[in-house]
């Protein structure tokens, strides 16, 4: 009913809402001008719906679809290079799908915090291999176990970072944060709340790199990083603001997108 009355909509809310496949398909026909969709808690659609979405409007530039359990992310490949803004935080993305929902190459905002097991160690890796070098803001908060493979190949991949959460990333070891410190050239905000393998080296590599860091969000009572490296941070580092709070969300709103 919605979309058949308004065929010029370029913002909706369906919010908990009880839409479907086929209601998805009916919107993306009927307002093919959408530009903002929030399907959040949309329990109900899976990718056959977000596929008519991202192939019938060509001009969408954010999507909402956090803990949308049927969804992959396969329903993003082939989306429109507009779609800048996608948010995705509790969701059981796959491999395939993190290469779709990365496909369209205009990706600046990704939040997958809170990502299901589907994804383990390497598997995130695919967000680096060059659909996203417009990447701006990572949120990866309770990815539990990404690993060095994928923080290595994202670091690399992604050379526009300029604020990545990576609180109670367990998994991420030294590999990880030395590549962090010595490829992300324009982050300026780094979370690692509570990352359990975060050491001195990994500590001296993001304090010997990250040349453009400001704010470095982390509770030092649950690290393992000695108090005379982190003097030693803030000694070569003065300019960089230690924040001992964690930040669930980051990055821009998705409705100035």
Known sequence: ??????SSL??????RCNVTDVGLETLAITCSTLMRVNLSYCL???DCGLRALSQGCSQLTAVRISSCRSVTGIGFNGCSPTLAYIDAESCQLGPEGIIGIVSGGGLEFLNVSGMS?????GGLAAIGTGYATRLKTLNLRMCRNVGDESIVAIAKGCPLLEEWNLSLCHE???PG?????LSCNNLEKLHVNRCRNLCDLGLQALRDGCKQLLILYVNKKNSRVSSTAWELFKMYRGNVDIKDE???????DWIAR
């Open 177 to 181: 944060w030395a590549s962090v410190g």
């Open 1 to 6: 009913m919605i979309a058949t009355g308004c």
């Open 10 to 15: 370029t913002s909706i809310s369906l919010y």
């Open 117 to 121: 097991l589907t994804l383990i160690g």
């Open 44 to 46: 109900h659609i899976s």
């Open 246 to 252: 964690e930040v669930m969300c980051i990055g821009p």
């Open 172 to 174: 991420v070891r030294f």
